[in-house]
């Protein structure tokens, strides 16, 4: 397994300090480690020159900043070039990376999402609409803005339009050009306690972390994510972290997917936990 991980921008052939750790813990397990442009698939540049030291004919597994769906597929067609095959396709990572593409899959298990297409008033009364009332959380395809609760993530009822456009408003204005797809809202659901981070490979889940948000709050001793396994499965994906947390009611929901090449590891999980059940997984 070949690690990719992004370049620091002053000093473009050492890992970016953010990923320095899993990169030297990845060497010192006998893996290749090398380093992408990634700046080149979010701002512009040049591609071919982004992967030009990346070695040829390899199997690879992508671990760095967040990138939206068709900067991915960029990357993936770079790599192709040079005959490297990610260990997960572009097709893959939207899937994983983007709500629409995983939300079929574990609904059982969610709560309850709509979502448009772009960021029309239109398409957001419409999606209003389909949950009828109460309260709801903001977010789009990728991320929400829960740390800007109540004016751009917090709708506290669906039925009141004008009230929910203004949440709607300024999540777009902070997201800016990250704005994702379009705007997703969800049922809201009482929750307690920190989330907890569970990450799968090949549909196994392979290490249970505390949140990167919470990295303080390791995952309590009732924590069952073999409960979710069939869910995983069937997303059919070969990496990606799933977030749980505590309902009210005390039983546990699934609140978030992601594709596990970006999804953050929590500051109290070593870098070398991770690369173990990478390279035991490979």
Do not use: N
Not at 71 to 79: C, E, M, R, V
Not at 107 to 125: D, H, I, K, N, Y
Not at 235 to 249: I, Q
């Amino acid at each position: 397994m070949l690690l990719l991980v992004p370049g620091d921008p002053l000093r473009p052939r050492r890992p970016d300090e953010h990923f320095a750790a899993e990169a030297s813990a990845a060497r010192a397990a006998c893996l290749e480690v090398a380093v992408v442009d990634h700046d080149a698939f979010t701002r512009g540049g040049d591609h071919a020159a982004a992967v030009a030291r990346v070695p040829a004919g390899r199997d690879a597994v992508y671990r760095g900043w967040m990138l939206r769906a068709e900067q991915y597929a960029a990357l993936a067609t770079a790599l192709a070039a040079r005959d490297v095959v990610l260990r997960t396709s572009a097709e893959q990572y939207r899937r994983g990376h983007e709500l629409p593409g995983w939300y079929a899959a574990v609904r059982a298990a969610t709560p309850e999402a709509v979502w448009t297409q772009g960021a029309e008033r239109s398409g957001f009364e419409e999606a209003l609409a389909a949950l009828a009332s109460g309260p709801a959380v903001l977010r789009d395809y990728t991320k929400s803005m829960k740390h800007h609760w109540d004016e751009a993530a917090f709708i506290p009822d669906v039925a009141d339009a004008d009230a929910a456009w203004r949440v709607a408003s300024r999540f777009r204005e902070l997201r800016a050009d990250d704005f994702a797809g379009g705007f997703v809202l969800r049922r809201f659901e009482p929750f307690t306690g920190a989330e907890v981070r569970t990450w799968w490979i090949g549909g196994v889940c392979r290490l249970v972390t505390a949140h990167p948000d919470t990295p303080g709050e390791q995952p309590p001793a009732d924590v069952d994510p073999a409960a979710f396994a069939p869910l995983i499965a069937g997303l059919d994906l070969p990496f990606v972290t799933a977030d749980l947390v505590r309902h009210a009611d005390g039983g546990w929901r699934m609140v978030e997917i992601g594709d596990g090449q970006v999804s953050d590891r929590p500051a109290s999980t070593p870098a070398d936990a991770l690369i173990t059940a990478l390279r035991t997984a490979a």
